[in-house]
Structures are given as C-alpha cells and as structure tokens.
Nanobody, 126 residues
C-alpha cells in the first residue's frame, strides 16, 4: 500500500507559477512510476505528466508541454510538479498518482494507476 499526500495548491493569477508536491509513504518509492492527473469541474480526470522510477524519462500531455515540469526526489520520497505560465484552463483538482512498474514511463498513461492521492485544488484567475 502506498499513501500519497499532495500539497501546494491554491489561487494564482494567470501567467504566474505554482509548485505542487506529493509526499509518498508506505512502500519503496523507487520502484514506482509517479505522475500527476487533474480533473476540472464537469470534466473527466485527465493525464498531466509522469516520470520514470529513476527520474530519467518524462511524459507530458500536449496541453502542458513546455509549461509544466515534473521531477522527483527519491531520497525524500517526494514528487513535484512545477507549473509555469498558468492559464485559467489549468484550473482543476490535481491528483498525485503511482504505478508499480519498472517499465517505460508511458505505462502510466496507457495502463492506468495503482494508487491515488486525495488531490489539491489549483485555481487560476484571469
């Protein structure tokens, strides 16, 4: 079992930045692909970004590519999402996700998630 706790959400003006964190506990963090998903009001949850267990490979949704950066610190069991040039359409609840896999980072986008956090709300005002 893996527990995931997100933090760092809040209200920010369009064009500004925000960094989300996700603290993981319960099992060894290293053997998991980690990622972020988001769910806007009235919409389905969607993939945002993922990072391989070593942190050497990343995968991004087209909508955030070039603006968001995912990273991880395996010594701290922590995942990050640096969000720059935020837009009102980035407003959503952001969820941390974990998938037990040593395979390619795209495995999370294709095969799904094993564990979810409870989410943190990001609101971008225009």
């Amino acid at each position: 079992q893996v527990q995931l706790v997100e933090s760092g959400g809040g209200l920010v003006q369009a064009g500004n930045s925000l960094r989300l964190s996700c603290a993981a506990s319960g099992r060894t963090f290293v053997s998991y692909i980690m990622g972020w998903f988001r769910q806007a009001p009235g919409k389905e949850r969607e993939f945002v970004a993922a990072i391989s267990w070593l942190g050497s490979n990343t995968d991004y949704a087209d909508s955030v590519k070039g603006r968001f950066t995912i990273s991880r610190d395996n010594t701290k069991n922590t995942l990050y999402l640096q969000m720059n040039s935020l837009k009102p359409e980035d407003t959503a609840v952001y969820y941390c996700a974990a998938k037990h896999s040593l395979g390619p980072v795209a495995t999370m986008r294709i095969d799904g998630v094993d564990y979810w956090g409870k989410g943190t709300l990001v609101t971008v005002s225009s």
